[in-house]
């Protein structure tokens, strides 16, 4: 527990003095919105080049896990005389739901496969210490499926040093207590920002990803919505935009608490 009881929960969980809870949070930003029907996952794959297979809807690495690769756009993003990003991390799922994760020295626009094979998810990725003399990204850095460069799963755009990609996937033995979102847009054209998961009820829904919660958006900012949602282990959160006129730009993110059982 707490130190005497001096602060409120989310002190106490912020400050690691709550056994088995952790902060948990995302965020993500997507530009130049266009119209799909099934709405465009806010991350920044729609600047990838060459563009992935799938740029609106991030896919699904397989429930097995697989291998998957890391490469930059740009070479300056290496372990060895690098100005950019010399080494990452990633955080993931392994096949049995279980958090893991590796790091991984960069070798600029050479791919660089992943010891593990059996990723199941890709929850964030984010430079090490040191990093190069800019400090940042030097090009638009990928994860994607070994030997299916469109497959991407998760990135770090240039100029940053973290993934803004606001899924995650709730581990094995956990629950993520959803307590709230925000949202933005900045281009004056309407955006209708979902935040949804694979559950409803706290059942698990794989593959179905039901709405939790909405906001519309126009130049504005949604402000701090309360949710309060209980989602399962194995649960995927996500935040995806809709338009009705091109060129929208779009952020949001949710935090919450991880909870072990």
Known sequence: MNRSGRFDYNTAIALREMDG????N??????A????VTGEDIWRGNELDPLPTSHTTIPLPAEAGEQMTVVSESDADNGATATGILTLRIDYLDATGEMQSEDITLDGTTPVNTVATDIRFVNDMYSLSPVGSNGVAEGHIKIYKTGSAGLVYNMI???????LVPHRMVPL??????KGWHATEAQNKRCTVRIRSTHMNGDLLPGVFCF???TY?????SGWLVLEEMVPALSLVKGTGWVVVPGAETSCSWRGWLIHD
């Open 21 to 24: 809870f952790t902060p948990w």
């Open 33 to 36: 919105m266009g119209i799909t």
């Open 173 to 178: 033995d956990h629950k993520l207590l959803l």
């Open 212 to 214: 939790q919660d909405v």
């Open 157 to 163: 755009a240039l100029g940053g040093n973290k993934s």
């Open 217 to 221: 958006l126009k130049q504005s900012a």
């Open 26 to 31: 995302a965020m993500g930003e997507r530009e």
